[in-house]
């Protein structure tokens, strides 16, 4: 985006970049990390504890083949419909990339999903829910969007939802994968 701005000298142009959320009518905040200005995200309401950016994980010492062979049998367990698994390597490698074993779950409870789909058609747009399972140093990790988080990004607030209870089955799901 700074290349759209080729009069202005590099620091103006990341000021005009710096402006555009103010421009937009939103705040900035300094980040004690980096002093560096950034655009603030709307607060959770007190009585929801949601994650920093909505991702939960946990780890395993196992490989990505194992905790994804464990989730699927986790997934079957409970009733919960396996739609498909991507295969992130596998794409890498087609494109003569490299990438460590990486692999997207894609599962859900239409039961389920239909209740926030009702709720706000967007939400679609984060579902069926998704695990992501990939290679780290001494094993995997598992990670999936914090329902609460989700509910939070389409304003699903005002609506009956069973959100304890999915985050309380995913926690699970993760744990049962991670061998633990």
């Known amino acids: 985006m700074l290349k759209s701005f080729p009069a202005l000298t590099r620091s103006a142009r990341l000021l005009a ?10 705040p900035l905040s300094a980040s004690a990390d980096s002093g560096a200005a950034a655009a603030s995200a709307p607060e959770a309401s007190a ?13 395993s010492r196992d490989d990505v083949a194992s905790v994804q062979a464990r989730l699927e049998t986790a997934l079957k367990a409970k ?10 390597e596998a794409g890498a490698e087609k494109v003569g990339m490299e990438l460590p074993a990486t692999h997207t779950v894609i ?13 706000n058609g967007a939400a679609a747009l984060d579902l069926p829910q998704k695990m992501l399972i990939r290679a780290v140093e001494g094993g995997s990790v598992i990670e999936w ?19 304890d209870k999915i985050a309380g089955l995913l926690k699970g ?8």
């Open 47 to 59: 009585s929801m504890q949601v994650p920093a950016k909505g991702i939960e994980s946990v780890t």
């Open 79 to 88: 009733g919960l419909t396996l739609f498909s698994v991507i295969d992130h």
């Open 107 to 119: 599962f859900g409870n239409p039961k389920v999903g239909t209740l926030l789909m009702q709720c």
């Open 173 to 180: 799901l993760a744990a049962e994968a991670a061998g633990q």
């Open 17 to 26: 970049l710096l402006s555009l959320p103010l421009a937009a009518g939103m």
């Open 145 to 163: 969007n914090d329902p609460q988080y989700m509910a939070n990004r389409h304003d699903l607030g005002d609506c009956k939802l069973p959100l």
